[in-house]
């Protein structure tokens, strides 16, 4: 069917104006699928890394909890250089450190510990991190590299067992009055609900007469 006129012009104003910014919508068109596109693959990219982690990570606790230090070495290996920026990986390094700390493998626990506050993509596992460390250094009597190591900021969620920390090292080093006054301010920080640990503090008070 013929058009009309009106019609007609209609027709020619719509090809003059795709002839003008034609290229254009399609650039645009063509770079909103192409960034779609990439969003998909690296939502999947995340989820694949993420999944693989898992069963290695699943590799390093089996490992650890059965002795088998030469597993739980090789995996948590694995997860450090292939998969660094999962919490897979911070998760590992902190097994890692407990099952060395656990039988007096200090330099090895303390490396992985390291690794966790140099590498680690969780600020959550850097506070865990740093006062596991603290735990180490103070075992090797490093007071002072520990309580220095706890002036670090940390989440407040963690301001009890940090202050707790720095009483059992206080403590260590005699300084009575400090330690009480660390251990108070544990309890102080502490949930209600942590009923477990403000009793573990409360006797550590207790035997420095607080």
Excluded at 33 to 59: F, K, M, N, P
Excluded at 103 to 122: C, D, G, I, M, T
Excluded at 130 to 135: C, E, G, K, N, S
Excluded at 191 to 197: L, P, R
Aim: overall charge neutral; proline content about 1%.
């Amino acid at each position: 069917m013929a058009l009309d006129h009106q019609e007609q012009e209609q027709v020619e104003a719509l090809k003059s104006w795709w002839q003008q910014h034609g290229n254009l919508v399609l650039l645009v068109v063509s770079a909103a699928l192409i960034a779609i596109a990439a969003w998909r693959g690296w939502d999947w990219y995340q989820r694949s890394q993420s999944l693989q982690a898992s069963v290695i990570y699943e590799a390093v606790v089996k490992a650890a909890q059965a002795g088998d230090a030469k597993t739980m070495r090789d995996a948590g290996g694995e997860l450090a250089e292939k998969y660094p920026r999962t919490l897979y990986a911070s998760m590992a390094a902190l097994v890692s450190a407990r099952f060395y700390f656990d039988r007096h493998e200090n330099k090895s626990a303390k490396a992985q510990l390291q690794w966790v506050l140099e590498r680690s993509s969780s600020d959550n596992f850097k506070d865990i991190a740093r006062l596991r460390l603290a735990a180490v250094l103070t075992d090797e009597k490093s007071y002072d590299e520990a309580l220095k190591l706890l002036e670090a900021p940390h989440a407040a969620a963690y301001a009890a067992q940090y202050a707790a920390m720095r009483g059992d090292i206080l403590a260590a080093k005699h300084q009575t009055a400090a330690a009480r006054a660390a251990y108070q301010l544990a309890l102080d920080k502490a949930d209600k609900q942590e009923g477990a640990f403000r009793e573990s503090v409360r006797m550590r008070l207790e035997a420095l007469g607080g």
